[in-house]
């Protein structure tokens, strides 16, 4: 028996010798062939070019025939288009949507949440996302992403939230709120209504305190909230400005982007005069500024100040049709959602557990029927289409951002949503090259990503997509996906759909 074992493992040594000599040139080159090059760099798509990876990286992209080692995998790229693949800078890996809030302790749901776990990164590539940028969730959620075999490039930005502010403030039972979040900032003009917990040491919850353990983690930026509450609510407490400042001149010192969820002009006017890098939501509630159609003088003048400013932005529209579809008869039917969403979870959405989250939004409305429930998300949602093509028509860079999930709501679904924010963008009337560049060079460029990701170029991390159709030309390209390419290794699209147990 020990023998045996002996020669089986000198078998393995001399195989894995064998393997270790012969492997990397084999499996680390790919060539693709004769393929149209779409990138942001160049001003036209080029024909006929042939691209060398090597080792997860891009060797060249030339007209000339490549050379590559012999094993090399080689692609035919003839009618096919090949472009990066697509960033979403703004998604929450660790939520299942629809899911309700702190489940941990439900066993029915873990099995759920499992499948959903091992499905969710493969939904983002499966719609051509290969690198997203993952806003306020657990390191343990991050960490079991990046543990799936097969997931797009993970980053990550801190959250910094104000003492019994939004998101914890939806969290009644205040010792789980403060466990939830315990990287709270104290803002000591909110003390009387909002004062310190008790046995919270204050020197640990500064502004400086609180960013400077953030950024000892890996995070490229802090995200903060100034969000005073949803519709005519507005008694959940926010940073007032000099703690902004601070924030503001902590996150520089550190060389960190300050990003802010703010979707209330009132609640952006606070955000773009403390000079944010980048609103992690578009302008969607203008309050006394609604009108019917068009972009009113108020709205129109912060929307230009954003563009003079250079503040990223991300319209983010999905988080409202996201709500819309709660109400709309065909959400779970639609056959996208078979490819994205584990069997399981599909199921579930349809039992009455599964429709929590819709019958509460339905009695926050006074119980009205469906149909008036999503006209009047679709109508909030017109807003944000409006500013979104007025900063367009300014040639601001967009960012894509597609916010999954942004509430507990089936309505927003990996991947999908990346897509469906792509179509809506279109829908405002945002040309297609823009909604091109959104997903690709603006985000790499705004988080300090354009050395690796953004174009089809010589050095970058072969994160590609080979489409059969040109996204320059169509949306139906985003749906086309042949193949995805991750750091060099090709995907057939097909794989990548959730399984159907
Ligand atoms: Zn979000």
């Not at 062939?33 to 080029?46: H, I």
């Not at 992209?61 to 790229?77: E, F, L, N, Y």
């Not at 403060?178 to 990287?183: I, L």
């Not at 603006?442 to 996204?471: H, I, M, S, W």
Request: a neutral charge.
């Amino acid at each position: 028996m020990k023998g045996n074992q002996q020669v089986a493992g000198m078998i393995c040594l001399a195989f894995g010798l064998l393997s270790a000599m012969v492997a990397p040139a084999r499996a680390a080159e790919l060539v693709i062939e004769q393929v149209t090059v779409v990138s942001p760099q160049l001003a036209a798509p080029q024909l006929k070019q042939n691209v060398l990876i090597r080792d997860g990286r891009i060797v060249s992209v030339s007209p000339k025939p490549v050379s590559a080692a012999t094993g090399a995998t080689r692609i035919d790229g003839k009618g096919k288009f090949l472009t990066p693949g697509l960033m979403d800078s703004h998604v929450h890996v660790g939520e299942v949507p629809g899911f309700p809030l702190l489940t941990d302790a439900d066993p029915a749901l873990s099995a759920i949440r499992d499948a959903y776990t091992r499905q969710q990164p493969r939904s983002y590539l499966y719609y051509g996302v290969t690198q997203v940028l993952n806003l306020l969730s657990s390191s343990e959620a991050a960490a079991a992403f990046e543990v799936q075999p097969q997931h797009p490039d993970l980053y990550r930005c801190g959250a910094a939230v104000v003492l019994d502010g939004y998101p914890t403030a939806f969290i009644e039972d205040k010792a789980v709120r403060y466990k939830a979040m315990p990287d709270y900032i104290y803002e000591p003009a909110n003390a009387a209504k909002h004062p310190l917990p008790a046995g919270a040491d204050p020197a640990q919850h500064t502004p400086e305190a609180i960013i400077g353990k953030l950024a000892t983690s890996d995070v490229r930026c802090i995200k903060i909230f100034i969000e005073d509450g949803f519709g005519p609510a507005s008694d959940w407490p926010i940073m007032s400005k000099e703690t902004l400042q601070r924030v503001r001149a902590e996150t520089r010192k550190r060389g960190l982007l300050l990003i802010a969820h703010a979707n209330a002009i009132d609640m952006q006017r606070i955000a773009v005069e403390a000079q944010v890098d980048v609103l992690a939501h578009g302008l969607w509630n203008w309050n006394e500024y609604s009108t019917d159609q068009g972009v009113p003088p108020v709205i129109a003048a912060h929307l230009r100040e954003i563009h003079a400013k250079k503040i990223g932005y991300q319209p983010t529209l999905r988080v409202i049709a996201g709500l819309a579809d709660l109400f709309r008869e065909d959400t779970l039917k639609d056959p996208a959602y078979a490819k994205v969403v584990p069997p399981a979870l599909l199921a579930w959405y349809s039992t009455p557990a599964g429709q929590w989250f819709k019958e509460e939004m339905r009695k926050g409305m006074g119980g009205v029927p469906d149909l008036k429930a999503m006209h009047t998300y679709m109508v909030i949602s017109s807003y944000g289409m409006r500013a979104t093509k007025y900063l367009s028509d300014l040639g601001h860079p967009l960012l894509l951002g597609s916010d999954t999930p942004s509430a507990p709501t089936f309505g927003a679904q990996p991947g999908y949503d990346t897509y469906r924010e792509m179509r809506m963008m279109a829908q405002s009337g945002v040309p297609l090259p823009a909604i091109f560049r959104a997903g690709t060079i603006n985000n790499a460029r705004q988080f300090g990503l354009d050395k690796d990701y953004g174009t089809v170029e010589a050095g970058k991390v072969a994160n590609l997509l080979l489409l059969t159709a040109n996204p320059l030309e169509t949306m139906r390209a985003w749906t086309s996906i042949d193949r995805v390419i991750l750091r060099g290794s090709a995907i057939k699209r097909e794989s990548l759909a959730a399984p159907r147990e």
